[in-house]
């Protein structure tokens, strides 16, 4: 068991870029959750899914940001037009009924 | 909606110490409590969690949390600490274990010298 993968581990990219975030979930795993860490704002919930069908996007900036879950195996959290206060350690993470499985997150840098 | 307060962000101990990590919560509903470990560049890690029953929950380590609803606190204590529990402890609060939104508090740096 591999945990929860998360691809690239940092990314880097020109203001106005779009940036799109990889998460592979634990096998058999029903929830996907999608967090962001800075040292400002702490760990903000940004969205999560429930066998694949989104539940609640509420921390989701309205404008620019968009996460999907095409099937069980990964889903993509993506940023269009990336500014340099989206800048953060992006984490992901997969539920059993009991916890949450983080991966080591994908450190995001805009330049 | 739910809300977690750590009102320590930074404790410092020296090793064989005990140490208190404070967490407080508002909600209205059932609640499910748990805590969270990360080490710089890792992950979040479980450490335990309170959902029903006993109030004082053991979790990994060594570490122990007690859930008291009139204080609407649930702590987390370890008796002596080692070097190695030099982290940042978040604590979390869900609706319930059916995989809801978990809320996270800003977390507390601890620091054990040795």
């Known amino acids: 068991n591999a945990g929860v993968i998360q691809t690239p581990r940092h990314k880097v990219t020109g203001k106005g870029q779009e940036a799109t975030l990889w998460c592979e979930p634990i096998?058999?795993?029903?929830?996907v959750f999608w967090y962001r860490q800075t040292i400002v704002q702490g760990l903000e919930f940004l969205t999560y899914?429930?066998?694949?069908?989104?539940?609640?996007d509420s921390g989701m900036p309205k404008e620019r940001f968009s996460a999907q879950m095409p099937n069980q195996s990964h889903s993509t959290l993506k940023i269009q037009s990336t500014q340099p206060q989206d800048s953060a350690v992006y984490l992901c993470?997969?539920?059993?009924?009991?916890?949450?499985?983080f991966g080591h997150g994908t450190k995001l840098s805009v330049l | 909606t739910q809300t977690v307060s750590q009102s320590d962000a930074h404790v410092t101990v020296f090793e064989g110490d005990s140490v208190e990590l404070r967490c407080n919560y508002s909600?209205?509903?059932?609640?499910?409590l748990s805590w969270y470990i990360q080490h710089h560049g890792h992950g979040l890690q479980f450490l335990l969690k309170?959902?029903?029953?006993?109030?004082v929950v053991q979790g990994v380590n060594g570490f122990e949390a007690e859930f008291s609803k009139s204080d609407s606190s649930f702590h987390l204590r370890k008796a002596s600490v080692h070097w190695s529990d030099s982290a940042v402890y978040f604590c979390?609060?869900?609706?319930?274990?059916?995989?809801?939104?978990?809320?996270f508090g800003a977390g507390t740096r601890l620091k054990v010298i040795a």
């Open positions: 096998s058999g795993h029903s929830a």
């Open positions: 909600y209205g509903g059932s609640i499910y």
């Open positions: 979390a609060v869900s609706a319930g274990t059916g995989n809801y939104k978990y809320v």
């Open positions: 899914f429930r066998n694949q069908a989104p539940i609640d």
């Open positions: 309170y959902y029903s029953g006993n109030p």
């Open positions: 993470a997969s539920s059993t009924n009991e916890r949450l499985f």
